[in-house]
């Protein structure tokens, strides 16, 4: 179950990115920094939520949230709470436990 949700949620953070749903400020161009991390956000979360490709989906989307949390929040406040990258740190954390654990039961490459 935790590999799925934060899938959606993380799938969800791409789709913000890339076509504007749900609702955001951010579109950037597709082919920038945020761009990059939409469409890595939307290909790594849809394998991690199926479970295909688990382990490296998930160690890419770790590395693309620590390059988030020190390249957009760290230099803003080195407190997660006070520059909104407490998101970031949770997903990193998550995939990277994914990267060691697997896909789990409910997967394409069930282990």
């Given at each position: 179950?935790?590999?799925?949700?934060?899938?959606?949620?993380?799938?969800?953070?791409?789709?913000?990115?890339?076509?504007?749903?749900?609702?955001?400020?951010m579109t950037p161009p597709l082919?920038?920094?945020?761009?990059?991390?939409?469409?890595?956000?939307?290909?790594?979360?849809?394998?991690?939520?199926?479970g295909f490709f688990t382990r490296?989906?998930?160690?890419?989307?770790?590395?693309?949230?620590?390059?988030?949390?020190?390249?957009?929040?760290?230099?803003a406040n080195l407190f997660p709470?006070?520059?909104?990258?407490?998101?970031?740190?949770?997903?990193?954390?998550?995939?990277?436990?994914?990267?060691?654990?697997?896909?789990?039961?409910?997967?394409?490459?069930?282990?």
């Open positions: 179950m935790l590999r799925i949700v934060t899938a959606l949620l993380f799938i969800l953070h791409g789709t913000q990115k890339i076509i504007g749903f749900p609702a955001s400020d082919f920038s920094l945020f761009g990059l991390a939409g469409i890595i956000e939307i290909v790594a979360g849809i394998l991690v939520l199926v490296p989906a998930a160690f890419i989307a770790a590395g693309e949230m620590a390059v988030a949390y020190w390249m957009a929040h760290a230099p709470a006070m520059n909104g990258g407490d998101a970031a740190i949770l997903f990193c954390f998550v995939f990277l436990y994914l990267v060691f654990s697997g896909p789990g039961a409910w997967s394409i490459n069930k282990q």
